[in-house]
């Protein structure tokens, strides 16, 4: 069975910094080019950051970019988003996603609070 569990979200000050995992199962991750989404209430999910399945290649949505790092360890099957200068408009629910040709499989998310 196909698992995606995000976790490391909460409520953070602007400023600070958080990191966020993605655990997978049931699927031959280091094959699987990943990604974090995030979503706004009232928003469409949009791409925040991918990783192409063996870590040579990353891509950053302009509005993170040099703040934020996706990284992957296919040994642990894991998925990594650091977070700094985290500001109020990051808050949103973040998602995991794997895709692989027609496969894609999506986490349920954590949520990321950003405010004083």
């Known amino acids: 069975q196909v698992q995606l569990v995000e976790s490391g979200g909460g409520l953070v000050q602007p400023g600070g910094s958080l990191r966020l995992s993605c655990a997978a199962s049931?699927?031959?991750?280091?094959?699987?080019?990943m990604s974090w989404y995030r979503q706004c209430p009232g928003k469409e999910r949009e791409l925040v950051a991918y990783?192409?399945?063996?870590?040579?290649?990353?891509f950053y949505a302009a509005s993170v970019k040099g703040r934020f790092t996706i990284s992957r360890e296919n040994t642990k099957k894991t998925l990594y988003l650091q977070m700094n200068n985290l500001k109020p408009e990051d808050t949103a629910v973040y998602y995991c996603?794997?895709?692989?040709?027609?496969?894609?499989?999506w986490g349920q998310g954590t949520q990321v609070t950003v405010s004083s």
């Open positions: 996603k794997a895709n692989l040709f027609d496969y894609t499989y």
């Open positions: 990783i192409t399945s063996t870590g040579g290649s990353t």
């Open positions: 049931g699927f031959t991750f280091s094959t699987y080019r």
